[in-house]
Every structure is written in C-alpha cells, then in structure tokens.
C-alpha cells in the first residue's frame, strides 16, 4: 500500500529560516507543520539567499542543497573546506551538523533544500523524462519518494498533471513493491528516495 501526495506551487508556506537570517517557502515537512525546533523526519524547501551569513544548523540531520537561481555561492565549512555551487541543477550533500557559512558569488540566489534525520539514507539527483510510458524503479517498503518538477510538465499514470514547481510524495507503507509510470512527459525532476536505514 502507497499514499501519494501532490502539493502544488501555490501551496507552499514563507516562512524565516530556523536562525531567522533570510526567509523559505517551506514545500513540505514531516510530520506535518512540525515547528523547526522540533524533530522532524525531513523538510523540502526554496529558500532565498540576499547576503552573506551563516547556515543553520541541524544536528543529527542531513542536507541536500540545489542551486535554482541566480549566479551561485561558495560554501565554506568550519573545518576550512569550501564548496562552490554555482551550477543550477546540481545536488549537493552536506551535514547539518556542520557550522557553515555562505558567501554569494554575485547577487542572490535561490536555492532547494531537502533536510532529512540521519535515521534515513538519501538518494538524490536529477531525473530527465522525454519519452512515453517511463517507469521508475519499483520502491521497497519503507521509502518514501520525493519528485520535485524544476521544468516542464509530467502527467502521472493516474491521470495527475504536475507542473513546474509542484512536488509528488509517496510513502510506501506496506511490504508490496511499489512502481510510478508516466503517461507523458517532458520534464527534468529533482528526486529523492529516502530509505530507513534499519532496512538498507
């Protein structure tokens, strides 16, 4: 058994960061409306960067972060490493127990991120659709996917139509494998899987 989710652009809540430097339009968090000072499974956001300054932390969670817009950032982490994201569309592993602080290479930027408690394993990339009838990977009990549409437009096998800036999830609840097929599209995708480690 599987539970699906569509949440839709226009559905995503503003809100400031957890060390209120900036502000997010938060996609979805898990459990649902979970407070960022509280545990959560994962959260999935866009967040606008204008200034330089400090990340927030997130002990015992990992991060994934993607560049959406603008001319990109160097990251430089508290043990010296520094990491330029300045191409779109390039995932991006990182702990959020890091102490990180950002540096904007020219104006501001846009970014996505997936946060996710380490009691999870992450697979994450980009997924490029241009043909009829695509499966995924059948997905195990447990996982739960995140399909993220960046460009263009996919129509599910249900019929379901997702356009840009809206996020299919699917939790799959039960032992029985669990496939998604595309009707149509044309489309590039951020997906994550996110798998309970107990059971990798």
């Avoid at 993220?148 to 609840?173: M, Q, R, S």
């Avoid at 039960?174 to 590039?188: I, M, P, W, Y």
Wanted: glycine share 8%; proline share 6%.
């Amino acid at each position: 058994m599987s539970m699906r989710r569509l949440i839709k652009a226009s559905e995503h809540r503003v809100m400031p960061w957890k060390n209120s430097q900036g502000m997010t339009a938060e996609i979805a968090i898990d459990p649902p409306e979970t407070p960022l000072d509280k545990s959560f499974r994962w959260r999935l956001s866009l967040a606008e960067v204008k200034a330089d300054g400090p990340f927030s932390n997130f002990p015992g969670y990992d991060r994934v972060i993607m560049l959406m817009g603008g001319n990109g950032m160097v990251l430089r982490f508290d043990n010296g490493r520094s990491e330029r994201i300045d191409e779109p569309y390039v995932p991006f592993q990182f702990s959020g127990d890091d102490d990180v602080r950002c540096w904007l290479i020219d104006g501001s930027v846009r970014d996505f991120n997936l946060i996710v408690r380490r009691d999870f394993q992450i697979s994450a990339g980009i997924l490029t659709l241009n043909r009829r009838d695509r499966m995924l990977p059948a997905l195990g009990r447990g996982t739960t996917l995140i399909l993220y549409v960046i460009e263009g437009d996919t129509v599910l096998d249900d019929g379901t139509l997702l356009n840009p800036g809206d996020t299919l999830i699917i939790n799959v609840e039960l032992a029985a494998k669990h496939a998604v097929a595309f009707q149509r599209s044309q489309s590039t995708l951020f997906m994550a899987r996110l798998t309970p480690r107990q059971w990798t």
